[in-house]
């Protein structure tokens, strides 16, 4: 079965420092791949996606994500972090095929000093 | 942009008793995913459907069904509560077929409290 693995629970940063959340995936193919961010109390936004050819995405609020196949890994990053973007972020798959559920890491909370 | 509309937000119950979470998807959106996520947990993938049929199913407890209407529209319906059914309750809808199926687009989601 496919996981995911983020393997920081928590991580401070100060805003404006640059930011990068990791993501490993475990799974035979290279499956789709997606970063949600949820803020409290709230739904899940999706960030970014990964489904084939450049392995260096862009996403929203200036976030980007790059895929490494040798490392089955799907970190996100961003240059200069925002007080606004303190959330939870999760890392998330889906197998391909005609099997479209996501498969969620834990998540990795992000807190941001002034 | 029209986005995923659940209802009700918040909902308090008895255990044993029974309730009902509602899914509005975004227009022209044909796929609903459930979605249940316990305090401090990931989502955890409940039930989809496909143009009205259950297209795939993981670890919903039989006690919980859903299904899904001729307006797209899904309910999720859970029967004798257990404590233990309190999560948060996420609706995702994505245009499958030749559509974009990976790309789900979540609810606010449904606070279900079982007391």
């Known amino acids: 079965a496919q996981s995911v693995t983020q393997p920081d629970i928590h991580i401070t940063v100060s805003e404006g420092a640059s930011l990068e959340l990791r993501c490993n995936y475990s799974y035979g193919a290279t499956p789709y791949l997606f970063w949600y961010v949820q803020s409290p109390g709230q739904g899940l936004q999706l960030l970014l996606k990964y489904f084939s050819g450049d392995t260096l995405v862009q996403g929203i609020k200036g976030f980007e994500a790059e895929f490494k196949r040798s490392q089955s890994s799907f970190n996100l990053r961003k240059p200069s972090v925002h007080w606004s973007d303190a959330a939870e972020y999760f890392c998330?798959?889906?197998?391909?095929?005609?099997?479209?559920?996501?498969?969620f890491g834990k998540g990795t909370l992000l807190t941001v000093n002034p | 942009a029209a986005g995923v509309i659940q209802s009700p937000r918040h909902l308090i119950k008895e255990k044993r008793e029974t309730a009902t979470l509602k899914c509005y998807p975004i227009p022209r959106h044909d796929t609903v995913y459930w979605y249940q996520q316990g305090p401090g947990q990931d989502p955890q993938f409940l039930i989809s459907?496909?143009?009205?049929?259950?297209?795939d199913k993981g670890s919903i407890p039989d006690r919980f069904s859903a299904q899904q209407f001729s307006d797209y529209h899904s309910e999720l319906n859970m029967s004798s509560l257990e404590l233990g059914d309190s999560a948060l309750y996420f609706c995702?809808?994505?245009?499958?077929?030749?559509?974009?199926?990976?790309?789900?687009?979540f609810g606010p989601g449904t606070r279900l409290t079982v007391t």
């Open positions: 995702a809808s994505s245009l499958g077929g030749e559509g974009r199926p990976y790309e789900q687009y």
């Open positions: 459907f496909y143009e009205k049929m259950q297209s």
């Open positions: 998330a798959v889906a197998r391909g095929g005609s099997n479209y559920k996501l498969t």
